[in-house]
């Protein structure tokens, strides 16, 4: 694991202020709810409060009138008070549910929208496990803390005030002696603060933990299987578990000591009071009825004291929460369009900016670098205001190498045009991956440029130059639903007839006619219903649906059966014809026709030509060829096949 992934690790001791006023503001999208919310929390404090001020006024009145007191007032006075109490209660949980569901589900939708912005490298360093925390239990964790948290603290404080403000009316010596213990239970709270929110980090971060590991163990069971491994697996997820059961202990241990302290504290407190108003009260220097409110009051004195403490555990649990899922909302993604191509995309979308007149000057003279020529067709334009047809795709002077400093490529250079198909070969490791990653942007050149048409592809738009590639890889994903609906994926807007059309192009329309149910059949879940043949030419199906410029094939063929290669084999050459392609080849059957096959190794071209030039040249290709093909006449030959 990187330390990028441990970054959950950096233990902070105090709260974050700056964190959760960044929630906070979230939650001030949702006025209509937390204003209301507000009101019915100090609404909701003054109830508390009126009913040891209503039962001070009962009881003298009891004691001053006898029998003639005028109870149907006093329990007119109650009823009203309950009533408007209640009324409370059911407010705040309708606001506050509001609140926590829209306040999760906003948090969730944005975790999911930059996590689809982000570039493939942070995907490289954190498992699938860690991120799903993140939308799930982080999410909800923080919001609850937010919705419930606001309205126990709006409620909390404004009761401890009213509270306070009470004692010292009724009898400021009591009331002195009620607040004397606030000083020792705020050094109770600070000694327990740091502990809490150390044990509640351990938890949050073990659980991510024990959710990675469900997820890697799900993902790769039928690999378990064959080499037995579960119980190893077993003992693996235990020690996981174990780590996430010790700090769970340890938070409830924490919690269960801290919070009798502070009932202790609040007991001492009132019995104080009681012991001195009693003598109060026998030399008659206060009411019986102000007696009872008094200790009333110290006895709810700390049950918003309570209250706050345990909110502030909630909030110190979840703090680690907040950090994660605010690291990722804030996490600014390394590959985004500059300011200007957003300018540009903006005029583009403007009829009344300058940007007709820069099309009209491109099409009469061309651009400066550019390898469109002037010509008398009409030029289609893409959102980022320039040209949409790829002319050209040049590699010029690129190096690259991943974070680790780990060295993939240097100083290499490519030029391709549209109808050409480039074939890399060659050791694992070399680069090929990494070129064609490149040429999609899911990566940048550390140094030199990729160019499109002669311009920089950092001042193209990054949604428009994806929207132009079709990709198939070595395993390919089928999402759960039809194969209609993962044809269609390529392209939402396409009519049933396309969607066949495009079958029928990669020869899959046989083999999916043959299924029942046929294109409405369902395709499992992550394709597990079809064969690795069948998923690999709908996933082709789907990328030719496309209409990608530039297509790309990284090892498509290198886990299909002889057949099914065939079938992609004679739909190739429509679906390569006229783009762009780039082809990462494992069976060098399959790049016989290639314009150009290069041999990349150490980020280098070491041989460059077609099949039949590096067959002449007699050098890394000709020994891969020979290699591979002899390799195959004798599977065939033992296989009983015809050679």
Request: net charge neutral; aromatic share 10%; charged share 20%.
């Amino acid at each position: 694991m990187t330390a990028q992934f441990h970054q959950e690790d950096d233990f902070k001791a105090k709260l974050d202020a700056g964190l959760w006023w960044k929630i906070f503001r979230r939650a001030l999208n949702f006025k209509r709810y937390l204003v209301p919310l507000f009101f019915a929390s100090l609404l909701l404090a003054v109830g508390d409060s009126s009913f040891a001020f209503i039962t001070r006024w009962v009881i003298d009145g009891v004691v001053r009138d006898g029998l003639s007191a005028n109870f149907t007032l006093y329990a007119g006075v109650y009823l009203g008070v309950t009533l408007v109490f209640s009324s409370c209660i059911w407010g705040f949980i309708f606001l506050a549910g509001n609140i926590s569901y829209r306040l999760s589900h906003d948090i969730r939708r944005d975790s999911f929208d930059r996590l689809q912005e982000l570039e493939f490298s942070f995907f490289d360093t954190r498992p699938v496990g860690w991120l799903i925390t993140r939308l799930t239990s982080d999410c909800d964790r923080l919001s609850r803390t937010i919705a419930w948290g606001f309205l126990d603290i709006v409620w909390g404080l404004s009761l401890v005030g009213m509270i306070a403000i009470s004692l010292l009316i009724l009898n400021w010596r009591l009331g002195l002696i009620v607040l004397s213990v606030m000083p020792p239970l705020a050094i109770i709270s600070r000694v327990f603060q740091k502990r809490m929110l150390f044990s509640s980090r351990e938890i949050r971060k073990h659980n991510s933990q024990i959710t990675a590991s469900y997820n890697e163990s799900i993902q790769g069971v039928r690999t378990t299987k064959t080499l037995v491994r579960e119980a190893d697996n077993l003992g693996e997820f235990e020690h996981v578990s174990q780590n996430m059961y010790a700090a769970s202990v340890l938070n409830a241990r924490q919690n269960a000591l801290f919070y009798p302290l502070v009932m202790t504290i609040g007991s001492l407190a009132a019995g104080l009071a009681l012991w001195h108003g009693g003598w109060l009260a026998s030399q008659h220097s206060i009411s019986l009825g102000t007696l009872i409110a008094f200790v009333t009051f110290a006895g709810m004195f700390f049950n918003p004291i309570n209250s706050l403490a345990q909110r502030l555990t909630e909030i110190q649990a979840a703090q680690a929460a907040g950090e994660r899922v605010m690291g990722l909302l804030e996490t600014v993604p390394a590959i985004k369009d500059s300011p200007e191509v957003l300018a540009r995309i903006a005029a583009h979308q403007n009829p009344h900016s300058d940007l007709p007149l820069v099309r009209q000057n491109l099409e009469e003279g061309g651009s400066p670098g550019s390898d469109l020529a002037a010509g008398p067709e009409p030029v289609e334009w893409a959102p980022d205001g320039l040209p949409a047809r790829i002319e050209t795709i040049e590699f010029r002077d690129v190096s690259f190498h991943y974070s680790d400093g780990t060295a993939v490529l240097a100083n290499f250079n490519l030029k391709v045009a549209p109808g050409e198909t480039i074939a890399l070969v060659g050791p694992s490791g070399g680069g090929k991956s990494t070129i064609v990653s490149l040429v999609c942007r899911f990566y940048e050149p550390v140094s030199g440029q990729i160019l499109i048409n002669g311009t920089d592809y950092r001042e193209r738009g990054l949604a428009w130059l994806q929207s132009q590639l079709g990709i198939v890889l070595q395993t390919p994903h089928l999402f759960k639903g039809t194969i209609r609906e993962n044809i269609r994926y390529g392209r939402l807007e396409a009519t049933d007839a396309e969607v066949e059309a495009a079958a029928k192009m990669v020869n899959a329309h046989e083999f999916i006619s043959d299924i029942p149910g046929g294109y409405d059949s369902s395709v499992g879940e992550g394709g597990n219903q079809l064969s690795t043949g069948q998923r690999q030419l709908i996933s082709f199906a789907r990328a030719l649906l496309a209409n990608p410029q530039i297509f790309v094939m990284d090892e498509a063929t290198s886990s299909i059966d002889t057949e099914t290669e065939q079938l992609i084999q004679r739909g190739l050459e429509t679906v390569l014809t006229g783009r762009i392609s780039f082809v990462i080849a494992h069976r060098l059957s399959t790049i016989r026709r290639a314009n150009r096959i290069l041999v990349i190794t150490k980020g280098q071209i070491e041989e460059c030509g077609t099949h039949e030039e590096l067959l002449k040249q007699r050098g890394h290709y000709y020994g891969l060829y020979t290699n591979q093909f002899r390799r195959e006449r004798e599977e065939a030959v033992l296989s009983g096949e015809p050679v």
